[in-house]
């Protein structure tokens, strides 16, 4: 379930990304910190909230009653989502430590399923019988049709538009704006730029771009 108004949630990374998100958290009343292992020493806030210690620290976090969100996103490394979760779950972390968010402002069909360390961006469109995996992200605006399906920690930038029945796959990378058609399969680990217009599979890890989308 979505994290509500008076939660309180520690927020991995505190780039800009980690930014937006706290940003989103803190104007929807839940109360924040961030974790980070590039904090300078002494008092440091991102978005408002104080960095408390390094990504590690989630365990120690959580022990303590917050719900930990990842806002961790790079798309010069992929995976990184998934890595952490990893680093952390070996670290202790359990899994029900992590929590989702839905922004208010994101249509979900009820028939739609969002997994755990989930995060929808306001403006998204999630539609019927779509399916969002755990620790995926997904910025303002994406539209997510019928059937398609965001596997684990894949992150769709702002303005994506997925056709029906699209598969995303795990920890794969679409760039601001990217267009997918009906039915095609972006594999594991690909990176599609912004702009570009998906007509066919993309193989896992490939890099493709442009209109349509080539390597
Ligand atoms: C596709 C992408 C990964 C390529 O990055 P890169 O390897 O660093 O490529 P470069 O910037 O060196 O550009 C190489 C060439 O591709 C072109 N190019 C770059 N991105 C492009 C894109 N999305 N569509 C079409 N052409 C693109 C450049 O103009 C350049 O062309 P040239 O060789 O004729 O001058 C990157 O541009 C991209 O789209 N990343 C996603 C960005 C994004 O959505 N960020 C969201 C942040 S919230």
Redesign the pocket.
């Known amino acids: 379930m979505s994290v509500a108004a008076g939660a309180r949630v520690c927020v991995l990374g505190a780039g800009r990304g980690s930014a937006e998100l706290i940003d989103l958290l803190a104007d929807g009343g839940v109360d924040v910190v961030a974790l980070d292992d590039q904090h300078p020493a002494g008092p440091h806030a991102v978005a408002g909230a104080p960095v408390v210690g390094a990504l590690s620290a989630a365990v120690a976090e959580a022990a303590k009653g917050r719900t930990v969100l990842s806002g961790i996103a790079n798309?010069r490394s992929m995976g990184i989502r998934l890595a952490i979760v990893d680093k952390l779950a070996a670290l202790g972390l359990r899994p029900d430590a992590w929590g989702s968010f839905v922004h208010e402002s994101a249509r979900v069909s009820r028939r739609a399923s969002i997994g755990k360390g989930a995060i929808i961006y306001p403006g998204v469109q999630i539609a019927v019988d779509a399916r969002v995996d755990e620790h995926a992200l997904v910025?303002f605006n994406t539209v997510v049709h019928h059937d398609a399906v965001v596997e684990r920690g894949a992150i769709l930038?702002?303005g994506v538009l997925l056709a029906g029945h699209v598969k995303v796959g795990a920890a794969a990378y679409l760039?601001?704006g990217a267009v997918v058609r009906d039915g095609v399969t972006v594999g594991a680990r690909a990176?599609v730029?912004?702009?570009?217009v998906v007509t066919s599979d993309v193989p896992a890890g490939a890099?493709v771009?442009?209109v349509p989308a080539r390597g």
């Open positions: 798309s910025y930038c702002a760039g601001v990176l730029g912004m702009g570009a890099v771009k442009g």
